[in-house]
């Protein structure tokens, strides 16, 4: 079992690094691909590489990663707990929102990380990821991040809980206790 997962992260690991499915791969120095515990039961989904992420090809190792593991740290949690991965795994120019077609065509790898992860909660992190996320799996709901983050929502077999991307307290320092708050309830909920 662990040997299969493994060969299949692999093979879809190196797919991933010589795609071409979307401009984006004219813009990045390097795809990003998922990383972490792959026996995990909960899996981590961010947005997209950033800057450093595009340099270093490792997730979460600028300065979101920083806030994120603060956050996880608050709560007793540590990365190494979880599988993460992004939504897009190519650099998005200037941090932009990703376009509808870029979405279409990076999702599938996505959607093959979890079946590989088999994880029994997914934690999108932020709009998009919980967008897609929240569609994938029929969910209908308002996506409005104060309100949704650190709520439990089932689906078939998983639970779903919308966190707050770590991005955003760069932006907006006053959501400080907002996310500490559903970062610690994802660690009771564990
Ligand atoms: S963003 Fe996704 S679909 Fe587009 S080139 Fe990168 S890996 Fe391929």
Redesign the pocket.
């Known amino acids: 079992m662990f040997n299969s997962k493994t060969h299949r992260l692999e093979k879809l690991y190196q797919e ?1 690094k010589n ?4 401009p ?2 004219l813009t ?1 120095t390097q ?1 990003v691909c998922g990383e972490g515990n792959i026996n995990s039961n909960v899996f981590l989904i961010g947005l997209a590489p950033g800057k450093d992420e595009d340099k270093k090809g490792r997730m979460f190792v600028g300065r979101a990663g920083k806030v994120l593991d603060e956050l996880l740290k608050k709560a007793s949690l540590h990365r190494s707990y979880f599988y993460m991965s992004n939504l ?3 650099m998005l120019p200037n941090n932009r929102p990703p376009k509808k077609d ?1 979405i279409e ?2 999702t599938s ?1 996505l959607d093959e990380e979890i079946e590989i992860i088999n994880p029994d909660i997914l934690v999108p992190l932020g709009f998009f990821a919980t967008k897609y996320i929240f569609s994938k799996y029929g969910i209908s709901c308002k996506i409005e991040m104060n309100s949704i983050c650190g709520k439990i929502f089932f689906a078939e077999n998983k639970k779903i809980m919308p966190l707050h991307h770590p991005a955003s307290l760069l932006y907006s320092p006053n959501l400080k206790s907002i996310m500490e708050r559903t970062y610690i309830k994802l660690k009771n909920f564990l």
Not at 19 to 22: A, E, L, N, T, V
């Open positions: 991933l795609c071409q499915k979307c984006l791969a990045r795809v897009i795994k190519c870029e065509a990076c790898y």
